[in-house]
């Protein structure tokens, strides 16, 4: 008992010198604290801030000021640019309903077989007039939102993007049609991912190898009939403006 009390004992005062030890460094590191605060409530006096104005300031501190100066990447969705209010509904109302009704009417004139998103909502026994009207919209509406999200990421509502030369509006409408693309394949692989129940690639077996590259001449189709129509309607636009 005596031991473990004389234990404890000088347990105690081991801590009560580190405590003592620590102090000093405590109160060396307030004092740096206070300086360090007093010098900056020195520096925003207003004749410092004078005398700060005419000293040239480092490179780095500029690059840094610049830096920061630059909008971030999600303020170009969240607080985006649009001179033209008319403009993202007139290209939404393309990419929905102008670029899918003209792929249905080339495969139908090729006597291609239409796309597995033209499969009506209903089963019915006799197809009727206007039946794929329905699904164009549907699908038509995924298109647009991809091409939305994807002028607002190459900032393709500013005026220089569609009211410049024509080389300007055409690299806008590339850079804005890429962006687009990425997030059609994505959207498609997520399609193709809970539509299969599970991650399947090719050599799995014939019905999902079939599945898969019809998902991908149908993106190859939407991509090329959505490029052609907002191409030629961004370069007669800028045509018309000028």
């Not at 693309?181 to 994505?186: A, E, K």
Request: net charge positive; hydrophobic share 45%; with cysteine.
């Amino acid at each position: 008992m005596n031991d473990s009390a004389n234990a404890t004992k000088k347990l105690r005062i081991r801590r009560r010198r580190s405590s003592l030890f620590h102090m000093p460094t405590i109160v060396l590191c307030s004092l740096i604290v206070c300086i360090m605060s007093t010098k900056q409530l020195i520096s925003v006096s207003p004749q410092t801030q004078v005398v700060e104005a005419f000293v040239p300031q480092p490179k780095l501190f500029r690059k840094q000021q610049s830096t920061q100066m630059k909008e971030n990447f999600l303020d170009r969705f969240t607080s985006p640019k649009i001179e033209d209010p008319v403009l993202p509904l007139t290209e939404a109302g393309i990419a929905q309903i102008v670029a899918p009704t003209i792929q249905l009417f080339w495969l139908r004139s090729m006597q291609s077989p239409l796309p597995s998103w033209t499969t009506p909502l209903y089963d019915y026994t006799f197809m009727p007039r206007g039946y794929l009207l329905a699904p164009t919209l549907i699908h038509g509406a995924g298109l647009a939102c991809c091409w939305l999200l994807g002028s607002l990421a190459a900032r393709g509502f500013e005026r220089e993007a569609y009211e410049g030369d024509l080389k300007t509006v055409l690299f806008s409408t590339a850079r804005a049609g890429a962006f687009a693309t990425g997030l059609l394949i994505f959207g498609t692989q997520i399609d193709l991912y809970f539509d299969m129940g599970g991650y399947v690639q090719i050599g799995d077996s014939p019905e999902t190898d079939l599945r898969i590259y019809r998902a991908l001449v149908e993106i190859i189709n939407d991509v090329f009939f959505e490029a052609i129509t907002l191409f030629s309607w961004r370069a007669f636009r800028s045509k018309v403006d000028n």
